[in-house]
């Protein structure tokens, strides 16, 4: 939701799962697809595949939940980055160090970024699920790690992010500047931070504005 927005990589595997389901029950790709990203649109997180199964009678063992959840995670989603941000990455690549940290089950973050191209231009890309879940955000240790291999000083970086729940207490505490980036679409949009430790130094709400800031 920083590169990209994450409802565009949720639609992408419903749509993946939606051709896998009708090709083994007699239901088109169209209601398939329909029902599950209606339940995203209404807010339901988790559970969604056991909500479908129930929902187009598929016999127990017929189809698993976790036959769904991998197929999602590993298809190769229809993504592209914010062009004005492409754009901007590609002119200031060699003059900023520019990383990438992000969460999330590995196998789905790699196909991110196979499919988002963004090796091409930023060459320190840090999916913390590698070590494993506990080294997600907000755990610091990525954070030091691109600091100590740039050998830059904490006041000489900048972290964007957009979940104030995780994004911003490891970065900020260790005196990273940090910028939320606030778009309408995002599934954490609406989120606040829970304390003055978790809330981002600034708030941006377009692309523009946080170059420019930047």
């Not at 599950?36 to 595949?49: A, C, D, I, Y």
């Not at 755990?139 to 691109?146: D, E, H, I, M, V």
């Not at 050998?151 to 964007?160: N, W």
């Not at 490891?170 to 304390?195: D, E, S, V």
Request: proline letters at 4%.
């Amino acid at each position: 939701d920083t590169l990209y927005l994450e409802r565009d990589y949720v639609r992408s595997g419903f749509l993946f799962i939606a051709e896998i389901l009708s090709k083994r029950i007699n239901t088109s790709e169209k209601e398939i697809f329909s029902y599950l990203w209606g339940l995203f649109l209404q807010g339901v997180r988790g559970k969604t595949f056991d909500q479908c199964l129930r929902r187009f009678s598929i016999r127990q063992g017929e189809v698993t939940v976790e036959e769904l959840v991998t197929a999602y995670r590993e298809h190769v989603p229809a993504i592209k980055m914010f062009p004005l941000l492409e754009k901007w990455l590609r002119q200031n690549q060699k003059k900023f160090y520019l990383g990438i940290i992000s969460d999330g089950p590995l196998k789905s973050q790699q196909a991110k970024v196979r499919s988002l191209g963004v090796k091409e231009i930023i060459s320190d890309i840090i999916l913390t699920d590698t070590w494993g879940k506990e080294f997600w955000k907000p755990n610091p240790y990525s954070f030091t790690k691109l600091m100590e291999q740039w050998g830059l000083k904490a006041d000489e970086l900048v972290y964007v992010g957009d979940n104030p729940e995780k994004d911003f207490l490891a970065p900020k505490r260790m005196g990273w500047r940090t910028i939320r980036l606030k778009l309408q679409g995002q599934i954490n949009y609406a989120k606040k931070p829970l304390t003055a430790a978790a809330a981002s130094d600034y708030e941006v709400f377009s692309l523009g504005e946080l170059l420019e800031l930047i």
